[in-house]
């Protein structure tokens, strides 16, 4: 079985979105002191490689706790978006060139390869975004989730959120942002997982992204 880490490594000065602050990570126990190693963590739901429930964006809807663990399971379909230039739009010609393949998928993963930016400020930048044509797609697609290698779904520039939104207001889905690797992944189907922390009442959280191929 082979198996591609998708997420990137949390440390203390890692990229985070605007206006919220890195990890950090604080000694709690240690060998010398008490036997053992232990670390006090604090940081953002969405810190790093994660995933926003459609409770990130209004009260009331599903938290990442209430889906099933079968959500955070199935089979994948990276969609190449590589050649798009800064500031252009994900269409739909991009997932026309899948066919039925991308039907098959429970997850679209779109590649924009900016997981190279991560660490600089150019990873800020003005990353393409999918339009409202694909967000209908989506919603009435019957995902599970969306993910991307930049570190949101609406450009940074948005605050208003306004993908989110329109992504989240009736559909049950997860949207994850900050993977990497993305082009190790072929142009197939492949098992994926994105398995949250299991937080009461939860906005969105860290996760582990791999991909397998059996």
Request: net charge negative; aromatic share 12%.
């Given at each position: 079985?082979?198996?591609?880490d998708l997420?990137?490594?949390?440390?203390?000065?890692?990229?985070?979105?605007?206006?919220?602050?890195?990890?950090?990570?604080?000694?709690?126990?240690?060998?010398?002191?008490?036997?053992?190693r232990?670390?006090?963590?604090?940081?953002?739901?969405?810190?790093?490689?994660?995933?926003?429930?459609?409770?990130?964006?209004?009260?009331?809807?599903?938290?990442?706790?209430?889906?099933?663990?079968?959500?955070?399971?199935?089979?994948?379909?990276?969609?190449?978006?590589?050649?798009?230039?800064?500031?252009?739009?994900?269409?739909?010609?991009?997932?026309?060139?899948y066919?039925?393949?991308?039907?098959?998928?429970?997850?679209?993963?779109?590649?924009?390869?900016?997981d190279?930016?991560?660490?600089?400020?150019?990873y800020?930048?003005?990353?393409?975004?999918?339009?409202?044509?694909?967000?209908?797609y989506?919603?009435?697609g019957?995902?599970?989730?969306?993910?991307?290698?930049?570190?949101?779904?609406?450009?940074?520039?948005?605050?208003?959120?306004?993908?989110?939104?329109?992504?989240?207001?009736?559909?049950?889905?997860?949207?994850?942002?900050?993977?990497?690797?993305?082009?190790?992944?072929?142009?197939?189907?492949?098992w994926?997982?994105?398995?949250?922390?299991?937080?009461?009442?939860?906005?969105?959280?860290?996760?582990?992204?791999?991909?397998?191929?059996?």
């Amino acid at each position: 079985m082979k198996v591609i880490d998708l997420t990137h490594v949390m440390t203390a000065d890692m990229p985070v979105y605007p206006g919220t602050e890195p990890p950090q990570f604080r000694p709690a126990n240690s060998y010398e002191k008490d036997g053992f190693r232990e670390t006090l963590l604090s940081m953002y739901t969405h810190t790093g490689t994660h995933m926003d429930p459609p409770a990130h964006l209004f009260a009331g809807r599903t938290t990442l706790d209430q889906f099933p663990p079968d959500q955070f399971i199935g089979k994948a379909l990276v969609i190449d978006c590589g050649d798009i230039p800064e500031g252009g739009a994900i269409t739909m010609d991009r997932i026309r060139k899948y066919g039925e393949t991308a039907q098959k998928a429970d997850f679209l993963l779109f590649r924009l390869g900016w997981d190279r930016r991560w660490g600089t400020d150019a990873y800020f930048g003005d990353y393409p975004c999918v339009d409202m044509e694909v967000l209908e797609y989506i919603k009435v697609g019957g995902y599970k989730g969306i993910g991307f290698d930049v570190i949101g779904l609406d450009p940074i520039k948005d605050a208003s959120l306004t993908r989110h939104r329109e992504l989240f207001r009736d559909t049950d889905i997860v949207n994850i942002e900050n993977l990497k690797n993305l082009e190790l992944c072929g142009e197939g189907l492949f098992w994926f997982s994105c398995f949250p922390l299991k937080l009461e009442n939860c906005d969105g959280s860290p996760i582990r992204a791999v991909a397998w191929f059996e």
